[in-house]
């Protein structure tokens, strides 16, 4: 923690008015809102609910108008003669319609209920003859019979197909603070190099003024001089590196998030969250209540089941009843159509029995099973693996909280020890090898707590898409 204050000291006293400081929580809120992922997420969720919504209106009642108007025609054709010839004979005429159609799907038995109402209209323009033709109204029903009942499947399959899909916008918000905070913590890293870099640049041109002042009276060797020049080559060059580094991924983390507010940018180090106990069974509950995983299990073997009731539906006897009830009547007018109309019925059996297939209803029946009882198998290792990665990274998560203290501690003694073996190597009572190897340490030591944070940060994220459940508010993740 004691670099964790330094560090940002140090930022405090460098950063320019147009320089933009930043959390993490802050940079994760930028990529959900700007970045190309966030976009492609609430696309995906439009399309998905349109779909939804498609699927409702087939349960829905449906009104539509058809017709032909005009249906002009002038030509000539052939016409049957009593004699059984054929003559061809001038047309000009024209036939035109409106039909008005109402229907209701019945999800039950997969039946359809309709009304109608037609007038139809011929004009001979040759003979000058105008007839009407009508139905006021018609009633009927349809049913299939034996077949399968695509409504039904419908019902029982879209909805989970559409709460799996808002399901998954959310998970799509939690990758993306997973890429995020992997994009932080490559800048801050890159920052901290950096700051490391500067410093030990700075203090290794002190302590070779220092150098050589006891070369000059004696005191130190020249090799001792010259391991200094090379310790101060290899500090420039690491602030070079370090520079390239930041530029890079400052770029990636603008490009990602769409943070252009200021020329520069400065990443504040978070801490951990402390107070924050995760259970490896309040996550697999929350994971079986909100993933959209634990929806898709469900769904798949939904789908496979009545992939299998499709392919029996598909054999033996198929057939659909028809029956029709209403009035129709035709007229030199259009209120004729509409005085006295006639009865008019239907009733209609069309069916088709397969005789001879060679087997064929009977293996496509078998192959629909044999899926069936794969996706079972499927969707149980599916569960296993599911439970598994919880399980592991809930055990992840506890051990990098215990990490990130025990590299603040070590981050500490390094980093006082580095002090320590300076101001003794500049009183002559430590070697430059000694000296070398503390710089090498506090440096390592200094990354390593960066580190231990992300790697706590990336569980945290992580334990937050594989369950949907925001562990510091204690609430499932919900997102407009």
């Known amino acids: 923690m004691l670099f964790a204050k330094l560090y940002c000291v140090g930022l405090l006293l460098c950063v320019r008015p147009d320089t933009a400081r930043l959390t993490l929580a802050e940079v994760v809120e930028l990529a959900r809102q700007n970045s190309i992922d966030a976009k492609q997420a609430i696309t995906v969720r439009k399309t998905k609910y349109w779909q939804y919504r498609t699927y409702r209106s087939n349960y829905q009642p449906q009104l539509s108008m058809t017709g032909v108007v005009p249906g002009y025609s002038k030509t000539y054709t052939q016409v049957l003669q009593p004699n059984g010839t054929i003559l061809f004979q001038p047309v000009y005429q024209d036939n035109a319609s409106l039909t008005l159609n109402f229907s209701q799907t019945i999800a039950a038995t997969g039946g359809t209920i309709y009304g ?235 069916f088709n029995v397969p005789i001879l297939d060679w087997g064929r209803s009977k293996a496509r029946a078998r192959t629909a099973e044999a899926n069936e009882q794969l996706v079972e198998y499927t969707v149980e290792q599916d569960k296993q693996t599911f439970k598994q990665q919880i399980v592991t990274q809930v055990s992840l998560f506890n051990v990098m ?14 980093a006082a020890k580095y002090e320590i073996a300076r101001q003794r190597y500049v009183l002559g009572d430590l070697s430059i090898t ?21 790697d706590f940060w990336g569980a945290y994220y992580q334990l937050r898409y594989l369950s949907l459940y925001d562990f510091e508010k204690n609430e499932k993740i919900t997102y407009k």
């Not at 909280?401 to 390094?414: E, F, M, N, W, Y």
């Open 434 to 454: 000694d000296l070398s190897i503390a710089f090498q340490e506090n440096d390592q030591a200094q990354r390593d707590y960066i580190g231990a944070l992300r």
């Open 116 to 350: 109608e109402t037609q007038l139809q209209q011929f004009n001979d323009f040759k003979n000058k003859v105008i007839l009407y033709n009508g139905v006021p109204y018609a009633i009927g029903y349809s049913q299939p019979l034996f077949q399968y009942n695509s409504l039904r499947w419908d019902n029982r399959i879209e909805p989970l197909k559409y709460r799996e899909s808002k399901q998954a916008y959310i998970e799509a918000q939690e990758k993306i603070a997973i890429a995020a905070e992997g994009y932080f913590f490559d800048l801050l890293l890159a920052q901290v190099n950096l700051r490391m870099a500067e410093t030990n640049r700075h203090n290794t041109e002190k302590i070779l003024g220092i150098a050589r002042i006891k070369y000059d009276l004696g005191k130190v060797s020249k090799n001792e001089i010259l391991q200094l020049q090379l310790e101060q080559l290899n500090t420039e060059k690491a602030e070079g590196t370090a520079r390239r580094d930041l530029e890079i991924a400052t770029l990636t983390l603008r490009t990602y998030t769409g943070e252009d507010s200021a020329d520069n940018i400065v990443l504040s180090i978070p801490d951990i969250i402390s107070d924050v106990t995760i259970s490896t069974d309040k996550v697999l509950d929350e994971a079986y209540a909100n993933r959209s995983d634990a929806i898709a299990f469900v769904r798949r073997i939904a789908e496979a089941r009545r992939d299998v009731a499709l392919a029996k539906g598909q054999n033996g006897l198929t057939a659909t009843l028809t029956a029709n009830l209403g009035y129709s009547n035709t007229g030199p007018t259009v209120p004729d159509v509409y005085h006295a109309p006639q009865d008019q019925q239907l009733l209609q059996l069309q």
């Open 401 to 414: 909280k215990d990490q990130v203290g025990l590299t603040a501690r070590a981050d500490s003694i390094a």
